[in-house]
């Protein structure tokens, strides 16, 4: 699938303002009355520039799959401390690189929520094409584990850690969109960052 979108430069501002737009389109409709009329119209761009890029509705849906991860995993792969050998560390980098680019698309998190289920296995197909491994790399290279309390089972903390942090940046965004409240990052992360104390607390000697 990515061939198909090697031609297409994702930092393009026009991309940009196609992607995000359609983002919010495929999240507020299903997919049957999504429209790349609305797209155009969200974006304030002409048809003839969305079809320049994209031939059809199905194409541009395949698009942000692909657009999503590698946007990430470029995130991930260039701006996480990879010598940095703390978990919870490495756990806080990835949420701030996710926060960014939730501040960027601010419906990207809304389109996984409605759509990841049907496409999963597109997306980690995607994620290993693009980044064979960066999964297992992020939770596991270069890691010390040995600050961990002995009882604790550390695949168990991690996903523990991973869905606290997800209903976090749920309610939150969930809150700010039902009112007048703009998304401010650096309230959310200090939010997170309670968190991490307590993980650090409850998990590590």
Known sequence: ???????????????YRIVNSAFKVFSNNDLEKASTNMVVTQAGIS??????????????FDFLLYFSVKVIMIDLKENIN??????????????????????RFPYMIDFYAKYGKLTRSIIDSQTEEIFPGIREKFYTYNLDFSQV???IDIEKMISVITFTLKGIINEYLDMTRTSSENFEMKLLVNKCDE????????FFK
């Not at 699938?1 to 991309?15: A, G, L, Q, S």
């Not at 048809?47 to 541009?60: N, P, S, V, W």
């Not at 990879?82 to 501040?103: P, V």
Request: charged share 40%.
């Open 82 to 103: 990879w010598e940095d050998s703390d978990i919870l560390n490495r756990m806080r980098q990835g949420l701030i690189i996710k926060l960014q680019e939730i501040k």
């Open 195 to 202: 968190y991490f104390e307590f993980f650090r607390k409850q």
């Open 149 to 151: 309390k002995d009882d």
């Open 1 to 15: 699938m990515n061939k198909r979108f090697e031609h297409i430069d994702i930092n393009n501002e026009k991309v």
């Open 47 to 60: 048809r003839g520039l969305l079809y320049h890029y994209f031939k059809d509705k199905q194409e541009l």
